[in-house]
């Protein structure tokens, strides 16, 4: 990890078990320092966000594809319908896409161990610096507390069921001191009733923006709309996407430029908030993108778009987003593509599987693998409230949302749907999961998607996900397998931790 300051920089350190973190700084000022000198919490805020994107020494060893955000992605992302994987692979990324989890699996426990570094160093500066000592200061803690509230809820849509499967059931723990170690799992419902209070705090706090690489209140209010959708909570997601919406700090990209989007999120307006990488940040092939995408000798290319992924976005030959899909096609010695009986150039295949691959997370500043993965963006909050209108009987309003992300993607005016008609739908949510799973595809919400609205993933497509011998996947929303075993670094380390089945 860089060292921001060698004097201020909140990086935590291991107790002799690996999953128990030390209230002692290994390389900055304690707590107790920090309230001494304010100052440094700029220096320190930034330490926590670096945590996100930087490889943190776990059990001493550095390894290159130990990052929170790669793992959050892939562990999200991978579960779904909208990846393919071409072939076995010893990266643990193989279990997450296959549902073949176990408790010593490097991605979860490392994500577990990363996110709660995440939440005991935002902690620590919420405890440390008192508010209202100026509006830099309180904007900083505002971004610890959605800091805090982030990790929360990432880590408890991975080890935890859908709160719509029950608010009762085993959570993760919640962490709101830099004090103690160890306890019980809470409940899905405490957890959740946590992050929503961090989030309003936060968004209280946090009146002079920096970017969209930190926290705003605008980024609170977009994630609380998520958080309020995931609960069914349907009009205060309405609310709060429409808080964002209407802030008029933020805009979708034009049609024009929208294929430029991703490799450029960084300073785009639709951006409400991602994780920045420079070109010191680029991990190579232990990049996001590196599985999906393989470029002018660099990424390993394994990952490609699903069969009904492309099939629902071919139903629109002008979408925008199928410049996001980017096939590798046949070609003989002198570089000439091959074509089949009907002049169609043939896509190039990896062990049977032909090689779609997805660029959402490649080619900033022209470089294959580097990317500034996007955490929230403008589009999402218009589907959360489409989704939400859906839930709440607002056909009209629901649609309305639905056709401005579609006339963005250059959707033709004959494909946009009304009240009147939907296109051979049979509900407008249905309408809205679909138009989600084109806007959204790899950025960690297909799979959420469908378990959290108790739906089947259905997987029955070519891809190395099928055992072998089968032709089709069904995985029920009450399958243990839709979330991932706690570390078994903390079921060792914590006496009171109970396992998931």
Not at 151 to 162: E, K, N, Q, S
Not at 431 to 451: A, Q, S
Request: glycine share 6%; with cysteine.
């Amino acid at each position: 990890m860089k060292k921001l300051s060698i004097y201020i920089i909140l990086t935590l350190s291991l107790l002799v078990s690996a999953c128990e973190l030390s209230l002692t700084p290994h390389d900055g000022m304690t707590k107790e320092q920090l309230s001494e000198y304010p100052e440094g919490a700029g220096y320190a805020t930034n330490g926590n966000y670096a945590m996100i994107k930087d490889i943190l020494e776990y059990k001493g060893v550095e390894d290159l594809r130990n990052t929170y955000v790669r793992h959050y992605f892939q562990l999200a992302e991978f579960p779904g319908d909208n990846i393919s994987l071409s072939g076995s692979t010893t990266d643990h990324l193989f279990y997450a896409c296959t549902y073949r989890h176990f408790a010593t699996m490097m991605n979860t426990t490392y994500f577990w161990f990363s996110g709660y570094k995440i939440i005991n160093g935002a902690c620590q500066i919420i405890e440390s610096v008192e508010e209202g000592t100026s509006a830099d200061l309180d904007q900083l803690i505002g971004e610890n507390y959605f800091l805090r509230a982030m990790a929360h809820f990432d880590l408890v849509r991975i080890f935890a069921t859908p709160f719509t499967q029950g608010s009762d059931n085993p959570g993760i723990i919640v962490r709101t001191s830099s004090e103690g170690q160890g306890g019980p799992r809470n409940t899905v419902g405490e957890v959740y009733h946590q992050i929503i209070e961090d989030l309003l705090k936060g968004s209280e706090l946090m009146n002079t923006p920096r970017g969209n690489s930190f926290a705003s209140k605008e980024a609170a209010w977009a994630l609380l709309s998520r958080v309020y959708l995931y609960m069914e909570e349907n009009q205060l997601a309405v609310d709060y996407a429409s808080m964002v919406i209407e802030s008029g700090r933020f805009q979708l990209e034009s049609s024009g430029a929208y294929p430029d989007y991703f490799k450029n999120a960084l300073i785009s307006s639709e951006t409400i908030l991602c994780v920045e990488h420079t070109l010191q940040d680029d991990k190579v092939s232990g990049a996001i993108g590196s599985m999906y995408l393989s470029d002018q000798g660099l990424g390993w290319g394994e990952i490609y778009a699903s069969l009904p992924l492309r099939n629902l976005l071919n139903k629109n030959p002008e979408d925008k987003r199928l410049t996001f899909i980017k096939p590798e096609y046949k070609a003989d010695p002198d570089g000439n593509i091959l074509t089949d009986a009907q002049d169609k150039p043939i896509v190039a295949e990896r062990n049977g599987y032909p090689k779609y691959y997805m660029t959402k997370f490649s080619y900033q500043d022209g470089m294959v693998t580097l990317s500034s993965p996007v955490l929230l963006r403008l589009a999402e909050v218009y589907l959360n409230r489409a989704e939400a209108y859906a839930k709440l009987g607002d056909d009209a309003q629901a649609i309305d949302d639905v056709n401005t992300i579609r006339s963005r993607a250059d959707i033709p005016d004959e494909a946009l749907f009304s009240t009147s008609n939907l296109l051979g739908y049979t509900s407008v949510l249905d309408i809205v999961l679909d138009e989600r799973r084109l806007e959204l595809f790899t950025e960690g919400h297909r799979t959420f998607d469908i378990f959290r609205n108790n739906m089947i993933m259905n997987r029955s497509y070519p891809g190395v996900h099928l055992p072998e011998g089968e032709t089709s996947q069904f995985i029920d929303p009450s399958d243990p397998r839709i979330i991932y075993f706690i570390p078994q670094d903390e079921i060792l380390a914590n006496p009171e931790m109970i396992q998931n089945k």
